[in-house]
C-alpha cells in the first residue's frame, strides 16, 4: 500500500541509468496484471536510444519530458488473438499501473503519457519505434531515478462516495 499512497508522476530524472533488474522487475510487474480472459495483450518496447527518446518526446504534446529520461517503455497491445478486445484499452492500463507502483516501489519515478486512441499520437509512435501494423500504440512511460520529488496530496475525497445500503 506504501507505493500506491506515495507514487506522484516524475518528469524529471537524473543522469543514472536504472539497472537491467530493474527493468526486468517492472516488466515482471506489467506481466502479472490481470486480464480480461487472461487475453494478456501487450507488448513492451524497452527504450534507451536517445535518438528514440527524442522522436518519443514529439509524440504527444505532454511527451517532451521523455528525452530527458535515461529509459521509457511503450506499452502496445496486439489487434490479433485477442479474446475480448473491448477489455484490450483497460488491461493495458492495468499493466501500465502496475509498471508505476513498482518504479516506486523500486526508489524510481515515472509518468504515464497517454497516446491512444489520438491517431496523430499513435502514428508518431508507432513511426518512432518501427512498429509492425498489428502491434496498437497505448502509453509511454519514461522511466528513470527523480531529480527530485513533489510534495504528496491528500486526494481523499468523502464527497465522492456513495454507500447503497
Not at 536510444?49 to 529509459?71: F, R
Not at 491517431?119 to 512498429?131: P, S
Not at 486526494?155 to 456513495?162: A, N
Request: glycine share 4%; net charge negative.
Amino acid at each position: 500500500m506504501d507505493a500506491i499512497f506515495s507514487r506522484n508522476s516524475v518528469r524529471k530524472f537524473t543522469e543514472e541509468m536504472p539497472s537491467e533488474e530493474q527493468i526486468e522487475r517492472l516488466l515482471r510487474a506489467a506481466m502479472a496484471a490481470p486480464s480480461a480472459k487472461n487475453q494478456q495483450p501487450w507488448e513492451f518496447f524497452v527504450v534507451t536510444n536517445k535518438d528514440c527518446l527524442q522522436k518519443l518526446s514529439e509524440a504527444t504534446p505532454y511527451s517532451m519530458c521523455v528525452k530527458n529520461a535515461q529509459a521509457a517503455f511503450v506499452l502496445a497491445s496486439r489487434r490479433d488473438g485477442i479474446i475480448a478486445p473491448e477489455f484490450r484499452d483497460i488491461d493495458m492500463a492495468i499493466a501500465s499501473e502496475n509498471i508505476l507502483l513498482e518504479l516506486e516501489a523500486l526508489g524510481l519515478g515515472g509518468v504515464m503519457i497517454g497516446v491512444s486512441p489520438i491517431k496523430e499520437n499513435m502514428e508518431h509512435v508507432r513511426d518512432a519505434l518501427k512498429m509492425k501494423d498489428e502491434l496498437i500504440p497505448f502509453t509511454i512511460i519514461p522511466f528513470g531515478y527523480p531529480e527530485k520529488r513533489r510534495p504528496l496530496e491528500d486526494r481523499y475525497d468523502v464527497s465522492r462516495i456513495h454507500y447503497i445500503k
